[in-house]
T-cell receptor, first 115, second 116 residues
Framework: AQSVAQPEDQVNVAEGNPLTVKCTYS??????LFWYVQYPNRGLQFLLKYITGDNLVKGSYGFEAEFNKSQTSFHLKKPSALVSDSALYFCAVRPFSGGYNKLIFGAGTRLAVHP | GAVVSQHPSWVICKSGTSVKIECRSLDFQATTMFWYRQFPKQSLMLMATSNEGSKATYEQGVEKDKFLINHASLTLSTLTVTSAHPEDSSFYIC????????????FGPGTRLTVL
């Protein structure tokens, strides 16, 4: 079965420190990979995506993610966390096979950045 | 660009009534839209794929007679929760697919439904 795993329910980090939110996936073919952020009672905001090319992808608000094909991972990173980064983060995968256009979401990781 | 709106942003209704939620792509045409449901502190669960001019495709376990989807135009899909009950209370999020090389989905801001 195709799936996306975000192994951490919550990540705590001090403001100014680097942060990592982990994501691994199990899908067929070469997937498209996405990160979204959700603030309370809001929809999802797009952060970044990997389609092809350079494995290091830079996105909105200083976030970046590295695609690692051998480890089937797409971890989200930021060099210096801000309190305003505190939110719920979702990793999503779109398998690139047979015209499949659905997104498979991870369970989400809550990021808490402390002053 | 690629903005998706939802209306209403929140709604409170009595048990047994029906509620309609609209999803609009404001600056692009969307042949395909998706409807998701999100319970508190949980991930998004895909309910159905809405295709303009044809019947929606429902995910396993989602009652099509309960959650009516109409994709009448290339910029509008509606989700009607019929005979709503308290267990239907949830956060409903739609997305619209921008046709192109990568067919990205753009998400609406969500609708909070509370059934009393």
């Amino acid at each position: 079965a195709q799936s996306v795993a975000q192994p951490e329910d919550q990540v705590n980090v001090a403001e100014g420190n680097p942060l990592t939110v982990k994501c691994t996936y199990s899908v067929s073919g070469n997937p498209y990979l996405f990160w979204y952020v959700q603030y309370p009672n809001r929809g999802l905001q797009f952060l970044l995506k990997y389609i092809t090319g350079d494995n290091l992808v830079k996105g909105s608000y200083g976030f970046e993610a590295e695609f690692n094909k051998s480890q089937t991972s797409f971890h989200l990173k930021k060099p210096s966390a801000l309190v305003s980064d505190s939110a719920l983060y979702f990793c999503a995968v779109r398998p690139f096979s047979g015209g499949y256009n659905k997104l498979i979401f991870g369970a989400g990781t809550r990021l808490a950045v402390h002053p | 660009g690629a903005v998706v709106s939802q209306h209403p942003s929140w709604v409170i209704c009595k048990s047994g009534t029906s509620v309609k939620i609209e999803c609009r792509s404001l600056d692009f045409q969307a042949t395909t839209m998706f409807w998701y449901r999100q319970f508190p502190k949980q991930s998004l669960m895909l309910m159905a794929t809405s295709n303009e001019g044809s019947k929606a495709t429902y995910e396993q376990g989602v009652e099509k007679d309960k959650f009516l989807i109409n994709h009448a135009s290339l910029t509008l899909s509606t989700l009607t929760v019929t005979s709503a009950h308290p267990e239907d209370s949830s956060f409903y999020i739609c997305s619209a697919e921008l046709a192109g090389t990568y067919n990205e989905q753009f998400f609406g801001p969500g609708t909070r439904l509370t059934v009393l």
